[in-house]
């Protein structure tokens, strides 16, 4: 079993910056795909950015791409996201998901998630 906890989250004005982590407890976290997802309220959760197990792939949603960046570091057993010119429209509930293997756009794809970390961007 996985368990992964979030932090970094807050209220930030547009065009502001912010660096999402997710830590991961285990010993096998380099064996697992990562994905961030968001949910903002009475949206349903999209997918933000995922990563391959060595951190040599990403893929991006396209209404983030070349905004934000998602990196692991395997040592620590950590993910992040940074988040750089931030828009209002990016406000919302930030989660990281652990998936076996390769990664997907799916959120029924992935088989552990955080609770998540509030993101909050100001106009």
């Known amino acids: 079993q996985v368990q992964l906890v979030e932090s970094g989250g807050g209220l930030v004005q547009a065009g502001g910056s912010l660096r999402l982590s997710c830590a991961a407890s285990?010993?096998?976290?380099?064996?697992?795909?990562m994905g961030w997802f968001r949910q903002a309220p009475g949206k349903e959760r999209e997918f933000v950015a995922k990563?391959?197990?060595?951190?040599?792939?990403?893929y991006y949603a396209g209404s983030v791409k070349g905004r934000f960046s998602i990196s692991r570091d395997n040592a620590k057993n950590t993910v992040y996201l940074e988040m750089n010119s931030l828009k209002p429209e990016d406000t919302a509930n930030y989660c990281c998901?652990?998936?076996?293997?390769?990664?997907?756009?799916?959120?029924?794809?992935?088989?552990?998630w955080g609770q998540g970390t509030q993101v909050t961007v100001s106009s």
């Open positions: 998901a652990a998936r076996r293997g390769v990664g997907t756009t799916m959120s029924n794809d992935y088989d552990y």
């Open positions: 990563i391959s197990t060595s951190g040599g792939r990403t």
């Open positions: 285990g010993r096998t976290f380099s064996s697992y795909a």
